[in-house]
């Protein structure tokens, strides 16, 4: 089929990137410059949906500035739906209009989901009298379709006009069992040292076991030398944890407010939203008004709501708000694990973005965080893969949890990962607002479906494959969990990620040091493992430092002036620095609205050290017993309190 081949090459190979508007008279492409004549047919097709003159030079204007195309603008301003726009198309080109597609006459071939981020054209299994091969016509290209139709009236009875949301419908269903086992076993598959599938690789579980063992036969027969030799290694090994967050407090960057913007870019890429939704239908539509202040033109923008395709719920809520053509609903098949990073590779398959930023269903982030982001990865060397943006809790003043989580993440956000980035060392991500150079994400395998804290471990998986991650300011605003459950169930999540995340990066420790090189592998060690070993260690600190004032009070001030007495003071010091340091961190980077609403509720950090250290052992005991299980967080709206 010459004419398949010609207009497959001719229309249909391009992307919006590369396009020029259809009304440029200035272009010196002639694949896009349109003749007078064209122009004016384009516009007597414009005027017969019922836009004049001056809508198509309002259009025109937008398309030069965003770098896109006249129909592009005209779609996403909504001022005509799909279906209007391509059944009107459909009768020019006197092509039937198929408004659906049945996913049983979609052959799932291997390039299938191209069709996913550029739908153009579709091959249907051949029914007798139906039409074979679906087309999304563009403007541009209304001149050649109609004279290549004219020249050859057989292919009337072939071709048929359809809406991208219909065609990407289609090859999403169609395609849903083969993307749904590559989603679940590519990276295990191409990469499996990556992967956290496997908890314990043999070489890993062997070492384990023979710790494990001599640490108990030298409990029973070294007793007093054994527990001597555990306190002095746990002590040292948190003070040297405790002095990395002090060099993280005192190396920091200052914050100087945000970067300035230039207010129009020209050409801006598409850029893709993935938001992850599981039984969220209380907040979608928090969600989608937060995501409609983004700063970015809705002809750039890809807005993918990954729901489980059993949320019955959130999926008629989303419907309900009927919410504009740059948003679209993934439906993700039911199968295990069912995790947000499963959800999110999944959904990796349709992103039509150059670049890729992930939220949550209860964030609302900074209108221009994306042109930050975009600015930064301008302005970086195409090595800076990912850029975080700061995590802000705007419910402080709600509870003691509320406010101890909002130090935490004051510190984390705004003074931890501000320093690794500035030193260009390994960044743990948060899960959410996380800006990807999308082509890099999928070289590194996107996210890893077995990781129940997916954003940690691809950040650093991104610096051992030779990338770096860096910082933005525009900020994201989210609620912490006020309930003790909820935030339980949370943080077991976290630390069960953190141990998986460790884990990994410990299987073969000297290779993933060269990769990483060396020194950057020691600070993952005291960020991540110093983490761990600081929240699994807090409560034995507490008992070691009971028995020690026992021991005073039973044997006299003398016992000080021991070993066992320097140990002593080396507990109270990782005790109390622990809590200063940890209320600095977070504090110095408040302002002062947010100090206000933390008031003396810091005074609260020894309870909260305390259950980390629950969640910590709770979080060992499921990565044995339940390993991919993704403890759910509930949220709910936003309720606006005044001051």
């Not at 694949?31 to 017969?48: G, K, P, T, Y």
Request: aromatic share 10%; net charge positive.
């Amino acid at each position: 089929m010459d004419y398949f081949r010609q207009y497959t090459r001719d229309s249909f190979c391009t992307t919006p990137a590369t396009r020029k508007i259809a009304f440029s008279r200035t272009s010196d492409d002639p694949l896009w410059a349109a003749s007078e004549q064209d122009q004016a047919e384009q516009a007597r097709f414009l005027s017969s949906l019922g836009f004049g003159k001056p809508y198509i030079e309002a259009f025109e204007q937008l398309a030069l500035e965003n770098g896109s195309t006249v129909e592009d603008e005209l779609l996403a301003s909504s001022l005509v739906t799909a279906d209007a726009y391509f059944s009107a198309f459909a009768r020019l080109l006197r092509l039937p209009f198929l408004p659906e597609i049945s996913p049983g006459r979609v052959v799932d071939l291997n390039r299938l989901d191209t069709q996913l981020a550029e739908p153009r054209l579709l091959r249907l299994t051949p029914l007798h009298g139906t039409p074979t091969l679906l087309i999304v016509p563009e403007l541009a290209r209304m001149a050649s379709l109609k004279n290549m139709l004219d020249q050859r009236p057989r292919l009337l009875d072939e071709f048929a006009v359809t809406t991208p949301q219909a065609m990407r419908n289609a090859i999403w269903k169609a395609g849903e069992a083969r993307r749904l086992a590559e989603t679940q076993q590519r990276l295990f598959n191409t990469a499996p040292h990556h992967s956290a599938r496997i908890t314990l690789h043999g070489q890993q579980g062997f070492c384990s076991g023979v710790l494990v063992t001599l640490l108990i036969l030298s409990l029973l027969f070294y007793t007093e030398a054994a527990f001597a030799y555990l306190h002095v290694t746990l002590t040292l090994l948190y003070l040297f944890t405790l002095l990395f967050r002090l060099f993280a407090l005192v190396h920091a960057p200052t914050e100087n407010g945000a970067v300035s913007l230039p207010r129009q870019e020209n050409e801006l890429p598409v850029y893709t939203v993935l938001v992850t939704l599981y039984r969220e239908e209380a907040v979608v539509g928090q969600l989608i008004g937060a995501l409609e202040r983004l700063d970015w033109p809705r002809s750039r923008l890809d807005i993918k709501l990954v729901c489980e395709a059993d949320d019955d719920a959130t999926i008629e809520a989303i419907r309900r708000i009927n919410p504009g053509p740059h948003i679209e609903v993934v439906r993700v098949p039911p199968s295990l694990p069912r995790t947000k990073p499963k959800a999110l590779t999944y959904a990796l398959s349709g992103a039509r973005g150059a670049f890729v930023v992930v939220y949550d269903a209860e964030d609302r982030p900074h209108p221009q965080q994306l042109r930050e982001a975009y600015t930064a990865f301008r302005n970086e060397p195409d090595e800076v893969a990912c850029l975080q943006a700061p995590l802000i809790i705007s419910n402080a003043s709600s509870s003691w949890l509320s406010a101890c989580f909002a130090l935490e993440y004051s510190g984390l956000f705004r003074c931890m990962l501000p320093a690794l980035a500035t030193h260009g060392l390994p960044l743990p991500l948060g899960g959410t607002s996380n800006h990807f150079r999308t082509a890099v994400l999928r070289r590194a395998g996107a996210w890893d479906p077995y990781n129940v804290t997916e954003d940690a471990d691809l950040g650093l998986r991104l610096h051992r494959l030779g990338y770096r991650c860096g910082v933005i300011r525009r900020q994201t605003l989210e609620d912490a969990p006020t309930s003790l459950p909820v935030w339980l169930n949370q943080r077991t999540r976290w630390y069960k990620g953190w141990l998986q995340s460790w884990l990994v990066m410990t299987r073969a420790p000297f290779a993933t040091a060269r990769d990483m090189g060396w020194f950057a592998y020691m600070v993952f060690q005291l960020l991540i493992g110093g983490m761990l070993l600081s929240s699994l260690a807090h409560p034995l600190l507490f008992v070691s430092l009971a028995f020690m004032t026992i021991a005073i009070r039973e044997n006299g001030a003398d016992l000080l002036l021991t070993w066992q007495g320097l140990l002593f003071f080396i507990d109270v010091l990782n005790i109390a620095g622990s809590y200063t340091i940890f209320v600095l961190m977070g504090r110095s980077r408040m302002i002062a609205y947010e100090r206000r609403h933390v008031g003396r509720r810091w005074l609260a950090m020894p309870a909260y050290w305390l259950i980390l250290s629950v969640a910590a052992w709770r979080a060992v005991v499921e990565l044995k017993t339940k390993p991919f299980t993704w403890n759910k967080t509930p949220h709910a709206p936003v309720v606006k309190k005044t001051d």
